[in-house]
């Protein structure tokens, strides 16, 4: 997946690497869908911010009220409950929004990653520009000496060359059959130097 700070830059740079590749890729829509992501953060943010400034300042103000309440006479005793339901439900409401915008950016996310796995790197500018394979260009081919590329391997050295698999079951490094029995269906046990290597 590429960098979305990377497209931020220079999503002109992506566009034309999604042409000469023959892509069809949604810089724009992607674009759009990471500034409206980043727009709901930012909001998220500010919210969570004002929601901790007035419960701090609240509760505060809710224990001096609290305290009023216990000495005040019925008809300022309502008052004060008016104000206590006041200052608890505005931090409820915040609490209500900020869910929401975090549903929103959960909405976002998964359609933001599909746009981006979309988006192909780009090539680099010493990369020939071709409709397919056959535009390609060979470089250069290297085999050993004596080497022919046309005859099989086993042919020209009168054997065949092992697969890991084989040279690791060879050299005592893996066990499969106990992996399976252990963990499941395509499970292994490394081994000696197998681990080691693997820790490396």
Known sequence: ????????????????????????ADVDGALALDARRRELLTEMEALRAEQNR????????????????KKADPARK?????????????????KDRIQSLEKLVAEIDPRLDAMLLEIPQPPDADVPVGDGPEQNVEIR?????GFDPSVSFEKQRGFRPRSHIELAKMHGLVDFERGVR??????????GDGMLLHQA
């Open 54 to 69: 007035l419960s701090k300042e609240a509760g505060l103000r809710i224990g001096s009220l609290m305290g009023e309440a």
């Open 1 to 24: 997946m590429i960098d979305l700070k990377h497209l931020r830059e220079d999503p002109e740079r992506f566009r034309l690497g999604a042409r000469r590749k023959g892509i069809a």
């Open 141 to 145: 081919r290297w085999s050993p000496s």
């Open 78 to 94: 309502g008052a004060i409950e008016a104000e206590l339901n006041d200052l608890r439900s505005k931090p409820a409401a915040l």
């Open 182 to 191: 252990i963990a499941g269906a395509r499970s292994y046990l490394l081994l």
